[in-house]
């Protein structure tokens, strides 16, 4: 039942227990009062004399219309003062119990406020204080998440930071001590972890500026496929060193879409880099673009390492990575596919990753818009 009609009902039991009051009250003190009266005046009227009747009975009649008044007034100030007391009752009844969940959702907000994220409300009603309090259950498990991210974002940070400055301090040291050569293959490679570093760092800020949505956009019409040419033309070397087989499928007749060229050029390098990393030797990557409704839809095939059903819902977070058997090094920052569905959705796209399994293969997806 909705807190309206329940105000509606308090409001319409108050007014039935004053009726109900006033009822009982002027069924019950009226008339004793008046009967009171018409006593006293009986007793008066038999020591008069019958010569003055008839001026008895004009003064009969306005004593008994005072008495009548009187009687109806002592009867109403008795049903007044009963009805404030019952709305009175009610009123902190029903005020009760609709402060107390005020009261318990203030408490909890000042813990919120002090850190206490794991805070949460009980209830068991169903109207809109129960729905405020279902709000707040899931406002407060959002800032635990968003604080849970947090605290995961600098350790994770912690650990990306630490292998590349743990290495150009071990290098530096041993070329102190003596130990390392001072040739230049050493400073070649303190130059790698440090460009690695170097690396990292920027990709943070981008990941940073992504999430905080200050990624300057300049949109305008693109056709898809002078993206899709322009990026494979200039990572076909690279597929040509490793061996794999990058082809371009792409729809006739395809709209030109509403985006920010240099940024999806990067979404796409960064899906095409990934599925150039983790395919091997001899394999094939093929990108396409299509129609799909009112956008038009990019893919990214690969016969690649393949995606675990688990992969698939954590792919695009943070640092995550599939195979967890590789180095730091050599897996990238673990950010890029983050970065990526920021840019995606920036351009009111969406962006997704299928794959039937390991050891078969992935599609990363994503849409964008048509002008």
């Given at each position: 039942?909705?807190?309206?009609?329940?105000?509606?009902?308090?409001?319409?039991?108050?007014?039935?227990?004053?009726?109900?009051?006033?009822?009982?009250?002027?069924?019950?003190?009226?008339?004793?009062?008046?009967?009171?009266?018409?006593?006293?005046?009986?007793?008066?009227?038999?020591?008069?004399?019958?010569?003055?009747?008839?001026?008895?009975?004009?003064?009969?009649?306005?004593?008994?219309?005072?008495?009548?008044?009187?009687?109806?007034?002592?009867?109403?100030?008795?049903?007044?003062?009963?009805?404030?007391?019952?709305?009175?009752?009610?009123?902190?009844?029903?005020?009760?119990?609709?402060?107390?969940?005020?009261?318990?959702i203030a408490d909890a907000s000042q813990k919120i406020a002090e850190?206490?994220?794991?805070?949460?409300?009980?209830?068991?009603?169903?109207?809109?204080?129960?729905?405020?309090?279902?709000?707040?259950?899931?406002?407060?498990?959002?800032?635990?998440?968003t604080e849970s991210m947090r605290q995961q974002l600098i350790g994770?940070?912690?650990?990306?930071?630490?292998?590349?400055?743990?290495?150009?301090?071990?290098?530096?040291?041993?070329?102190?001590?003596?130990?390392?050569?001072?040739?230049?293959?050493?400073?070649?490679?303190?130059?790698?972890?440090?460009?690695?570093?170097?690396?990292?760092?920027?990709?943070?800020?981008?990941?940073?500026?992504?999430?905080?949505?200050?990624?300057?956009?300049?949109?305008?019409?693109?056709?898809?496929?002078?993206?899709?040419?322009?990026?494979?033309?200039?990572?076909?070397?690279?597929?040509?060193?490793?061996?794999?087989?990058?082809?371009?499928?792409?729809?006739?007749?395809?709209?030109?879409?509403?985006?920010?060229?240099?940024?999806?050029?990067?979404?796409?390098?960064?899906?095409?880099?990934?599925?150039?990393?983790?395919?091997?030797?001899?394999?094939?990557?093929?990108?396409?673009?299509?129609?799909?409704?009112?956008?038009?839809?990019?893919?990214?095939?690969?016969?690649?390492?393949?995606?675990?059903?688990?992969?698939?819902?954590?792919?695009?977070?943070?640092?995550?990575?599939?195979?967890?058997?590789?180095?730091?090094?050599?897996?990238?920052?673990?950010?890029?596919?983050?970065?990526?569905?920021?840019?995606?959705?920036?351009?009111?796209?969406?962006?997704?990753?299928?794959?039937?399994?390991?050891?078969?293969?992935?599609?990363?997806?994503?849409?964008?818009?048509?002008?």
């Open positions: 039942m909705s807190l309206g009609w329940k105000f509606f009902l308090t409001y319409v039991a108050v007014a039935a227990i004053a009726l109900l009051v006033m009822s009982i009250s002027t069924a019950f003190v009226a008339p004793e009062t008046f009967s009171d009266h018409m006593q006293y005046m009986q007793g008066s009227g038999m020591m008069m004399g019958q010569g003055a009747r008839g001026q008895q009975i004009e003064v009969l009649d306005d004593e008994l219309d005072a008495s009548f008044r009187e009687a109806v007034n002592s009867a109403l100030l008795r049903a007044g003062i009963a009805a404030i007391l019952a709305a009175g009752v009610v009123s902190w009844i029903v005020t009760q119990r609709i402060m107390r969940p005020l009261r318990t850190g206490h994220y794991e805070q949460r409300i009980t209830h068991t009603s169903r109207d809109e204080l129960g729905e405020m309090v279902d709000s707040f259950n899931r406002m407060a498990a959002s800032l635990a998440g994770d940070v912690s650990h990306e930071l630490k292998t590349p400055l743990a290495s150009i301090k071990g290098y530096m040291e041993g070329l102190q001590d003596g130990v390392i050569p001072a040739t230049p293959e050493t400073y070649q490679l303190v130059h790698r972890e440090a460009d690695r570093l170097q690396r990292l760092v920027r990709d943070l800020q981008e990941l940073s500026r992504a999430e905080a949505s200050a990624v300057p956009l300049t949109m305008r019409p693109c056709p898809p496929a002078g993206l899709v040419n322009t990026v494979t033309a200039r990572l076909q070397p690279q597929f040509a060193e490793k061996d794999v087989t990058l082809t371009v499928d792409l729809s006739a007749n395809l709209p030109p879409v509403r985006a920010d060229e240099d940024r999806i050029e990067q979404v796409l390098t960064n899906l095409l880099g990934n599925a150039l990393q983790y395919t091997p030797e001899h394999g094939a990557v093929t990108v396409s673009a299509r129609m799909a409704a009112d956008a038009v839809e990019f893919a990214v095939h690969d016969t690649g390492i393949g995606l675990e059903p688990d992969d698939l819902t954590h792919i695009f977070q943070r640092f995550y990575r599939v195979d967890k058997s590789r180095s730091r090094a050599s897996g990238g920052s673990g950010i890029g596919l983050t970065i990526a569905r920021h840019i995606v959705e920036a351009h009111e796209g969406a962006i997704w990753a299928e794959s039937p399994g390991l050891e078969q293969g992935s599609t990363f997806y994503f849409t964008l818009p048509t002008t």
